[in-house]
C-alpha cells in the first residue's frame, strides 16, 4: 500500500493552457474523489467516481473541466483554457465504498496549480 | 445542507500548554465528523472520527474529541502541546448516506517555545 499517489506535484501554467492531473488510488479502494482548496479555504468537493463511473459533480465543476476514470484504477482531471482563479491545490482521494464514510478518506499529497 | 464552522483561523499556544480548536456543525440527519491534520504543502491526514459510538472520541498524536449533540459540537483537544503539532487543522462534516465530506476553513495551530 503506497497510499493515494498525485502528479505533478506542482504545475505552473500560462493562463489559457490546458493541464491534466493524475491521481493513483490506494489500489482496493473503490471510490476516489477530487477536491480543490485555495488559499486560506478547506477543501472543496469537485467531483468522485465509484469504480469508473462519476456518481456526483459539484457545481464548481465548470464545463472547463473534466474528470475521467477510465478502467476503474487511476484518474485524470482535466482543466482548459486555464484562468487565473483556477490557482488552487487539487486533491485526490480514495475509499471503499464497503465502509461508506465510516473510515473517511485518505488524501493524497495534493498537486499545486499556479495560473500566470 | 451541511456546513461547519471553525471558530478562529490562528490559534496561538505556546508549547506544553492545552490545544483546544473550536469546531460547529450543521447537519439535517445524525452526522459523521471529522479532524484533518495538514502540513505546509501536504495532503490531510485523518486525525480522528466520530461515527455514532462513544461520544469521546481519541485520535493519533494525542488528540481527542467530544461530540456534543445539544451544543452541534465537536471541539479537538490535545492536553500538552508540542512543537510539531504547528500545522492547519480542517474539521469535516458528512450525512449517513452520503460519501462527500464538507469542511470548515480550517484553523492554523501556532505553538511557541
Known amino acids: 500500500d503506497t497510499g493515494v499517489s498525485q502528479n505533478p506535484r506542482h504545475k505552473i501554467t500560462k493562463r489559457g493552457q490546458n493541464v491534466t492531473f493524475r491521481c493513483d488510488p490506494i489500489?482496493?479502494?473503490?471510490?476516489l474523489y477530487w477536491y480543490r482548496q485555495t488559499l486560506g479555504q478547506g477543501p472543496e468537493f469537485l467531483t468522485y467516481?465509484?469504480?469508473?463511473?462519476?456518481?456526483?459533480k459539484s457545481r464548481l465543476l465548470s464545463d472547463r473541466f473534466s474528470a475521467e476514470r477510465p478502467k476503474g484504477s487511476f484518474s485524470t482531471l482535466e482543466i482548459q483554457r486555464t484562468e487565473q482563479g483556477d490557482s488552487a491545490m487539487y486533491l485526490c482521494?480514495?475509499?471503499?465504498?464497503?465502509?461508506?464514510?465510516?473510515?473517511?478518506?485518505?488524501f493524497g499529497s495534493g498537486t499545486r496549480l499556479t495560473v500566470v | 445542507a451541511q456546513s461547519v464552522t471553525q471558530l478562529g483561523s490562528h490559534v496561538s499556544v505556546s508549547e506544553g500548554a492545552l490545544v483546544l480548536l473550536r469546531c460547529n456543525y450543521s447537519?439535517?440527519?445524525?452526522?459523521?465528523l471529522f479532524w484533518y491534520v495538514q502540513y505546509p504543502n501536504q495532503g490531510l491526514q485523518l486525525l480522528l472520527k466520530?461515527?455514532?459510538?462513544?461520544?469521546l472520541v481519541k485520535g493519533i498524536n494525542g488528540f481527542e474529541a467530544e461530540f456534543k449533540k445539544s451544543e452541534t459540537s465537536f471541539h479537538l483537544t490535545k492536553p500538552s502541546a508540542h512543537m510539531s503539532d504547528a500545522a492547519e487543522y480542517f474539521c469535516?462534516?458528512?450525512?449517513?448516506?452520503?460519501?462527500?465530506?464538507?469542511f470548515g476553513k480550517g484553523t492554523m495551530l501556532l505553538v511557541s517555545p
Open positions: 466520530y461515527t455514532s459510538a462513544a461520544t
Open positions: 482521494a480514495s475509499s471503499l465504498a464497503s465502509s461508506g464514510m465510516l473510515n473517511g478518506y485518505t
Open positions: 467516481f465509484q469504480n469508473e463511473a462519476q456518481l456526483e
Open positions: 469535516a462534516v458528512s450525512e449517513k448516506g452520503y460519501s462527500t465530506l464538507t
Open positions: 489500489s482496493e479502494h473503490n471510490r
Open positions: 447537519s439535517s440527519v445524525p452526522p459523521y
